[in-house]
C-alpha cells in the first residue's frame, strides 16, 4: 500500500476557533439537547405505532414501533461526536489541491467551518425528522413532503459550494 505522502506532509496548527465556529457549535449542541428533551418528553404520549419511514416525496411510507423513535437520538449524537472529534484534526482533510506552508491556516480555518456548518445542518434536520415523525404518531401532521428533501439538499450542498468557493479564493 502507498501512502498519501502529502498528507504526512501537512503541517499540523493551532488554529483558534472563530464567532462563526463557536455559533455552529453552539447551535448543534442546542439541536442534540432539544432531540433529548423532546424525546423525553414524549415517548409516554407516543402510540404504539409511529412513522418509521418516508418515501423521495416524504410520505409515510412504512409504520413501526414506538421504540423507532429512539434509533434517530444515537444517529444525532454519534454524528455529532464523529464530526466534532473529526474537526480536530484539518490536516487530515482530504483537499481540492496541495497544502503548504503558506495556505494551511486559511484552508484549514475555510474547512473546519465548513465541518461545523454541516455538523449544525444535519444535526437539526435530523431533529426536524424527528420533531415531524412525532407529530405524525400523533396525528398532527402526515409527512416531510418534498420541499424537505430540495431544502435540505439545498442546504448541503451550498454548504460545500461555498467551501469550494472559498477555498479556491484562498488556495
Same mark, same amino acid.
Not at 14 to 27: D, P, Q, V
Given at each position: 500500500?502507498?501512502?498519501?505522502?502529502? #498528507?504526512? /506532509?501537512?503541517?499540523?496548527? =493551532?488554529? $483558534?476557533?472563530?464567532?462563526?465556529?463557536?455559533?455552529?457549535?453552539?447551535?448543534?449542541? %442546542?439541536?442534540? %439537547?432539544?432531540?433529548? %428533551?423532546?424525546? %423525553?418528553?414524549? @415517548?409516554?404520549? &407516543?402510540?404504539?405505532?409511529?412513522?418509521? $419511514?418516508?418515501?423521495?416525496?416524504?410520505?409515510?411510507?412504512? @409504520?413501526?414501533?414506538?421504540?423507532?423513535?429512539?434509533?434517530?437520538?444515537?444517529?444525532?449524537?454519534?454524528?455529532?461526536?464523529?464530526?466534532?472529534?473529526?474537526?480536530?484534526?484539518?490536516?487530515?482533510?482530504?483537499?481540492?489541491?496541495?497544502?503548504?506552508?503558506?495556505?494551511?491556516?486559511?484552508?484549514? $480555518?475555510?474547512?473546519?467551518?465548513?465541518?461545523?456548518?454541516? #455538523?449544525?445542518?444535519?444535526? @437539526?434536520?435530523?431533529? +426536524?425528522?424527528?420533531?415531524?415523525?412525532? /407529530?405524525?404518531? &400523533?396525528?398532527? =401532521?402526515?409527512?416531510?413532503?418534498?420541499?424537505?428533501?430540495?431544502?435540505?439538499? &439545498?442546504?448541503?450542498?451550498?454548504?460545500?459550494?461555498? +467551501?469550494? @468557493?472559498?477555498?479556491?479564493?484562498? #488556495?
Amino acid at each position: 500500500m502507498i501512502k498519501n505522502s502529502s #498528507k504526512e /506532509k501537512r503541517p499540523r496548527l =493551532e488554529i $483558534h476557533r472563530s464567532f462563526l465556529e463557536n455559533a455552529f457549535e453552539i447551535g448543534a449542541i %442546542i439541536g442534540v %439537547i432539544a432531540s433529548l %428533551i423532546i424525546t %423525553i418528553q414524549i @415517548w409516554p404520549s &407516543l402510540p404504539s405505532k409511529i412513522p418509521a $419511514h418516508y418515501n423521495i416525496y416524504g410520505q409515510i411510507d412504512r @409504520w413501526g414501533s414506538k421504540g423507532g423513535i429512539l434509533f434517530l437520538l444515537p444517529i444525532i449524537i454519534l454524528m455529532y461526536l464523529f464530526l466534532t472529534i473529526l474537526n480536530q484534526y484539518p490536516q487530515k482533510f482530504n483537499y481540492p489541491f496541495e497544502i503548504t506552508e503558506q495556505n494551511a491556516e486559511s484552508q484549514y $480555518h475555510v474547512a473546519r467551518i465548513m465541518v461545523q456548518a454541516l #455538523k449544525l445542518e444535519v444535526t @437539526w434536520i435530523f431533529v +426536524y425528522i424527528q420533531w415531524i415523525t412525532i /407529530k405524525g404518531a &400523533l396525528g398532527r =401532521e402526515i409527512g416531510l413532503g418534498i420541499t424537505f428533501l430540495i431544502i435540505s439538499l &439545498l442546504l448541503v450542498f451550498g454548504t460545500i459550494g461555498v +467551501y469550494m @468557493w472559498r477555498a479556491f479564493r484562498d #488556495k
